[in-house]
């Protein structure tokens, strides 16, 4: 008996222990489950967030955009300017002026002497908000008003929660602790408590909030939605061994938790226009003047951290996802720049282009569009273009020249570094020429290719054309590239690519 008792004794205890072992790993996976997916919601509710102020901010640009008229007001012309302006504003849905003596909208309708909506708060700047503004048509959603001066504009309230969710999850957008616009709102949430008590989790739903300047982004989902199949794995392999238990429940949690793939990411950046614009200035070498800058993208993280762009623009281009990286760039210029173009004809702004938009020409109505308020003249513009973008060098040629003929100024980057530079150069309707960092770097060298430079020079002033060098980064470099007779330079020895804000500043 004692022998039975001693095995008896050692089987329990070791049952036992592997019971609570197996509670303890089921519990503790289960909480990183949860933990996991609260984190993933807090990514949904900064980008719900970052809707609102894209939102709020297209309207209040519309605004100082619409402030700019100087002509008649509720004229014909008045009605037009307007009516562009709310069709080239995704958020916008109409623009009202009221006047002392005239009031219109955008769509040539006289809206009478409406009341004034009742102000909800202020969005600085003079701006003022209403969120019960009565639509100027009946029947249609509730509308967001955006005001200031004469001048207002309607935001349906349902672009405030206009974000790609999940199906199981809700999504309340608050303003001063009162819902204005949501998804699924309508679902047993409590969206009260969760703002009162700022809690995490309860027995039915998880939840993760953003608050901003009044605002908040309230996403939940149903803990019933949370995967279960973990748990199932886990004790299923518990039988085996609790240390191969073990560790499939950390390798299982890992993968839980692991990022979405690279091309995933990609397309969701590009979904939430997470790309940025920076500016590497352009030097004349002859009086040390910043005459434009290059603009080059940047891809910012809602966290904050920069992706390196030779890690996101080859599989942008292989994706066909540079075609919409393209388009938020130069609307990025547009947005960041437009005033100080205007100010300053001598200054312009080099874009580049992927091979595909020059193949199909499609970066010319996408341009045109960005410029329609008239601000920025196309000779501002330079387009560059690699050597990789001329494989179809017929359809190179007449994108080209069609973009020439409407101003804007053509360059050829990287020079040097492609195999059909001396084939087609002649055939290219370019005005400037950009030599290669590579290049640069040889000046003052015993490289064997250290002449090549000086070809280069040579080949580009044959054919009339300006030329930018590319990488310069010593004294020594700009005085060579000066005494050659280069026009221009960009590069480390002068500045490094710049913040929109930054740049401006080094223009002084």
Partial sequence: MGRFKIVATAAVSGLLGMA????????ASWSRVVSDEQSLLKIFSERAMKNVENSLGQGRAAISSLAQWDGEFCSPEHVAFMRRITINTRAIEEVRFTGNDTQCNSWGDEVGNNKEPEVDGALGDGFELALRAEPHIQGIDPITLVRRGPYSVIINTSRLSDVILNEQLNLAIFYQNRIVSGLRVQDAVPWADVMSRQRERDDSHVYAVTKRNGWAAVVAEPITALPSSFKQELLRALPTSLIIGLLIAALAAKLFSQRRSPLSELKSAVQQREFVVHYQPIIALNSGECVGAEALVRWIRPDGSMVSPDKFIPLAEDSGLILDITDQV???VVDDLEQVLANNRGLHIAINLCAEDIKSGRFIAVIETALHNGLISHEQIWLEATERG??????????????????????????????????????????????????VDTIGTSSASSSVITHIIAMAKTLNLQIVAEGVETEAQANYLKAQGVEYAQGWL??????AKDFVNFLG
Avoid: C, W
């Fill in 20 to 27: 609570v072992a197996a509670a303890l790993t089921s519990y």
């Fill in 494 to 499: 002068y500045s490094k690519a710049l913040p």
């Fill in 330 to 332: 130069i609307k990025g």
């Fill in 390 to 439: 001329f494989i179809d060098i017929d359809a190179a040629v007449g994108s080209l020249q069609k973009a020439k003929a409407l101003g804007f100024h053509v360059a050829i980057d990287d020079f040097g570094t492609g195999y059909s530079s001396l084939q087609h150069l002649q055939r290219l309707p370019i005005d400037v020429l950009k030599i290669d960092k590579a290049f």
